[in-house]
């Protein structure tokens, strides 16, 4: 193997050399870049697919949060897949935006705004994500054990038209970071490094935010729009009560006989 | 036509003393540039208040372009001073004040000098070279084909200006990020048939603190380079061949 020394390096005054091979974040920088795509992007496509299913009804849209909630381990896939890659990814993602100097009032072109673009939509899902969790996942109705809820829910929290405008926002906000994400770890990882590669699939990205985003809108328009789904019953599965994962993992017989009873 | 020509200086002694700004009026003539109005300044040294001054302290070379030293925020962007036409910089109705200033994000010599060792200092982290130092004659190198010599023609423009550092959102004394030109000519050298031979070398010191992982992709950098180096792409693949080293080293080393 062919090596050289590296010659020294005198003391320099402003923005210090590279640390040739030294330290780790290049891991943490990749494992940051990487969990966006999978397991938090492709969780987002999830939610947002099954937010769809709102469209179809109070019912239907109970019966895939019961599925979803059905799923094996779901607790543990709920904090392996989705919590703890999210709070990484939130965190590191917010380490990386207070250590860049956004420069669009210098430079105002395309990329340098994509650049901004990227950190503020971050820090909005950042703080949408916070406040959606504490009201729809830990407080209130507990919609792992009483899916049969969950359309009335959501309808009461969207019924507030600022809170509306917060979901609206967020949920533009968050398919635009995660389709110029899915652009940006094409780019960086080296996927589309030529001019051309990476403008078509800009647009192949832009189309897929867009949808992604359409979507999310449609199903709010599901709670707070349609006539025919106004004033959802508060449960509409009152029999099904899905046990705690605490529970069935210490007395697995009894919840599976509560799930199936409730079919 | 307009008769002078108003340039704004942002001007220190020495690299503690506060910077002040100093005022010129400088008698028009077309087609100048800005090398050419600071040794307009420096044959006449005298404020637009009639205040005598020193001349203006600026680095450059070739006047054409391709030495890289001249770069300075001209009208608060980074540019070659050289290639600047006053004409150009004075706004339409030809009568805006021109400003100049150092290089922001580089230790300030003096005036509109700056000190840019570090892009040396980078170049030397990520061995920039083709090591064939030897006693005796090793013949001539192995041969190129044309598409990779097509490949690395551009990225060997580089002229060392540190404009895409400048620009960069992500170069500065937080990150220590080290900069696009550097990234570009590592893989100047790893695509190079006998500088391929530190490839892994190169890649390994990118991966370090500050390496090509802190890239933003704001590609400011390939925006305001004056040779026009394909730079987002040397990222690009330079990103890609950093990453595929590291998996290899995890099952290797």
């Known amino acids: 193997m062919a090596t050289a020394a590296t010659p020294a390096t005198p003391p320099l005054r402003g923005v210090q050399p590279l640390r040739a091979g030294q330290g780790n974040s290049f891991f943490w920088r990749k494992l940051h870049s990487l969990t966006g795509i999978v397991p938090i992007g492709a969780f987002l496509i999830e939610h947002i ?21 059905s799923l094996p381990l779901v607790r543990v896939l709920e904090w392996g897949l989705i919590f703890i890659p999210l709070a990484y990814h939130a965190l590191y993602g917010v380490f990386i935006a207070i250590r860049g100097r956004s420069n669009v009032n210098v430079y105002p072109w395309a990329g340098n705004w994509m650049y901004l673009s990227q950190r503020v939509t971050g820090i909005i899902a950042l703080l949408y994500i916070v406040q959606h969790l504490w009201r729809q996942r830990f407080t209130g109705v507990m919609l792992p054990e009483h899916p049969g809820a969950a359309f009335h829910k959501v309808q009461m929290e969207l019924s507030n038209p600022w809170m509306l405008a917060i979901y609206v926002v967020a949920m533009i906000a968050t398919t635009w970071h995660f389709s110029y994400g899915i652009w940006l770890f094409a780019a960086k990882w080296g996927i589309t490094p030529g001019e051309k590669a990476r403008k078509t699939f800009g647009y192949v990205c832009a189309v897929f935010g867009i949808a992604l985003c359409l979507m999310g809108l449609a199903s709010m328009y599901a709670f707070v729009g349609m006539d025919k789904y106004k004033n959802a019953p508060e449960d509409v599965m009152p029999e099904t009560t899905m046990s705690a994962p605490a529970a069935s993992a210490t007395a697995p017989l009894p919840a599976v006989a509560t799930v199936a009873s409730s079919k | 036509m307009p008769s002078t020509i108003k340039v704004e200086i942002k001007r220190q002694s020495n690299p503690g003393t506060t910077p002040t700004t100093e005022k010129f009026e400088i008698p028009y003539r077309p087609g100048m540039n800005i090398t050419s109005l600071l040794g307009e300044i420096a044959l006449n040294p005298v404020d637009v208040a009639g205040k005598q001054t020193t001349p203006i302290t600026y680095d450059s070379n070739c006047l054409e372009e391709i030495c890289g030293s001249c770069a300075m925020l001209i009208n608060g962007k980074a540019r070659m001073a050289c290639s600047a036409l006053v004409d150009k910089l004075m706004g339409s109705d030809m009568a805006q004040p021109i400003t100049l200033a150092p290089l922001s994000k580089f230790p300030v010599v003096r005036d509109l000098a700056v000190d840019r060792s570090v892009l040396f200092e980078n170049l030397k982290k990520v061995k920039a070279w083709v090591p064939i130092d030897g006693t005796y004659d090793l013949g001539s190198g192995p041969k190129q084909f044309p598409q990779v010599q097509e490949q690395r023609y551009p990225l060997s423009n580089c002229i060392s200006c540190c404009c895409c550092m400048e620009v960069c959102p992500q170069f500065n004394d937080v990150t220590n990020f ?58 690009s693949d330079m990103g890609r061949d950093v990453f595929v080293q590291k998996v290899k080293d995890i099952f290797t080393r």
Request: hydrophobic content about 45%; proline content about 5%.
């Open chain 2, 178 to 235: 080290v900069g696009a030109a550097t990234i570009a000519q590592a893989k100047l050298f790893n695509m190079d048939p006998s500088g391929a031979v530190l490839k892994e070398d190169r890649l390994r010191a990118l991966s370090g603190d500050g390496g090509v992982q802190e890239c933003g992709f704001a590609q400011n950098c390939v925006a305001a380079c004056p040779k026009e180096l394909p730079l987002t792409e040397a990222i």
């Open chain 1, 49 to 69: 697919v099954s937010n769809f299913e709102a469209l179809n009804g109070p019912l239907a849209y109970a019966q895939q949060v019961k599925f979803l909630n």
